[in-house]
């Protein structure tokens, strides 16, 4: 079969081109690429494919081809593009143009090897606050729906003022503009439909290490408490073995606070959590802001709710409220290979129950009893404050189950 070749193309056309490059446009009989890519070449006598919708199709036809085909591709195909796709199913020779991430760094002047890359272009900006909190420097490839406009908005949600944003328009191109930005302003902002954002940090970032204090989370009043303890929290949290990409159930969540610390390791993955109480679920969505975790959180009590979130790496399970058999069922059930349920019991009824039951799903358990005593002072002295002991249950699959 021919080599397949992909040719990355700028904004300006034919200009972006090597002379070499343009020659195999035109020696092709066949032209593949978007309808913008290709409306660079009016003059092609050949056959034009525009690429619309899935890429299945397209795949299929190539591998039976024998004429001589060229694909278009925009900026680097590698980078957020069509390349890497079609390259693990058939046998195409790339040659890349500059992305338009590197040309908008060019045009600030900055480099860029230290920047942290991702795309709103096409994807959910769902998880974009943890994954890009406290960067130094952020690549967003954004589009028509998550424009710049929505990328202040979604930050400013977070309180994340400390990013000017630069943002690149037609970059390459007749119309191109480039413009720096505070994120309020950008808010009422018009743009062109393509353009890329880079944020940049001006001032400090709150941080927060593992182990948060209790008191920073907005907590239900007057009875506070209802939070899973720091030092309870730290362990649990270890117990779950999470990966940066780990998708991490939080069930009974209350004030979030270990979802947001799931979500400061999970970063590059997803956290779902469920809420029965509505003033809890409220104060949880308040934490969630607070700290810059964007997980999703739903008002329901389990198992009920649980069907809607993907199967988990990692399962907390805070409080059961009745019914542990129908929510272990769920969990059990769908968990990943080598993924582990956390679960606190602070009975030894409920830890009598928990361990029977995972032992009847072909679950092993270990048990960790946690009995936490803090410092207080007392007049010039110190004395010691228990916490309620806490049974700390990790559960994993088997081999072989």
């Known amino acids: 079969m ?4 992909m040719i990355g193309i700028g904004d300006d056309g034919k200009q972006s081109l090597l ?4 020659k195999w446009i035109y020696e092709s009989e066949i ?14 006598r050949g056959e034009q494919i525009a690429i619309e919708g899935g890429l299945s199709s397209l795949v299929e036809r190539l591998q039976a081809e024998t004429k001589n085909v060229v694909i278009l591709a925009s900026g680097d195909p590698l980078f957020y593009g069509i390349g890497s796709y079609l390259s693990s199913k058939i046998h195409i020779e790339i040659y890349p143009y500059l992305s338009s991430i590197q040309l908008a760094f060019a045009k600030m002047g900055e480099r860029w090897q230290d920047a942290y890359l991702t795309s709103v272009h096409g994807r959910s ?6 994954r890009i909190d406290g960067k130094e420097k952020v690549a967003l490839l954004t589009d028509i ?30 119309n191109e503009r480039c413009r720096w930005f505070n994120l309020e302003d950008m808010i009422d902002a018009e743009f062109s439909a393509l353009n890329v954002v880079i944020l940049k940090k001006t001032a400090e ?22 939070i899973t303890k720091k030092e309870i929290r730290t362990l649990s949290i270890s117990a779950l073995r999470l990966k940066k990409d780990s998708v991490v159930w939080d069930i009974g969540t209350c004030t979030g606070s270990v979802a947001i610390e799931a979500a400061k390791i999970a970063r590059e993955g997803k956290v779902f959590a469920i809420e029965k109480n509505e003033g809890d679920l409220e104060n949880c969505k308040q934490n969630l802001a607070k700290f810059r975790v964007d997980a999703t959180v739903v008002h329901g009590k389990a198992p009920e709710g649980l069907d809607s979130f993907p199967d988990p790496d990692a ?16 969990c059990c059930s ?28 072909g679950f092993k358990t270990e048990i960790t009893l946690a009995q936490i005593s803090r410092s207080k002072p007392i007049l010039n002295l110190t004395r010691f404050d228990a916490l309620n002991p806490i049974y700390i249950i990790a559960a994993e699959r088997q081999e072989g189950e």
């Open 2 to 5: 021919t080599a397949i070749k």
């Open 19 to 22: 002379p070499m490059y343009e």
């Open 31 to 44: 032209l593949i690429g978007g309808k913008r890519q290709l409306a660079f070449f009016p003059d092609y």
């Open 125 to 130: 900006m769902k998880g974009l606050a943890q």
């Open 145 to 174: 729906e998550n424009s710049p406009n929505k990328i202040a908005q979604y930050l400013l949600s977070f309180g994340m003022t400390e990013y000017r944003a630069f943002v690149g328009e037609n970059l390459g191109g007749e």
């Open 205 to 226: 970032n709150p941080s927060w290490s593992i182990g948060i204090d209790d008191e920073e989370f907005i907590q239900r009043k007057p009875d506070k408490g209802l």
């Open 315 to 330: 399962v907390f399970i805070g409080g059961t409220a009745g019914g542990m058999g129908d929510i272990l069922d769920i």
């Open 334 to 361: 769908r968990l990943k290979d080598k993924g582990r349920i956390v679960l606190n019991a602070v009975t030894i009824e409920n830890l009598a129950e928990a361990m029977a039951a995972f032992k009847e799903r």
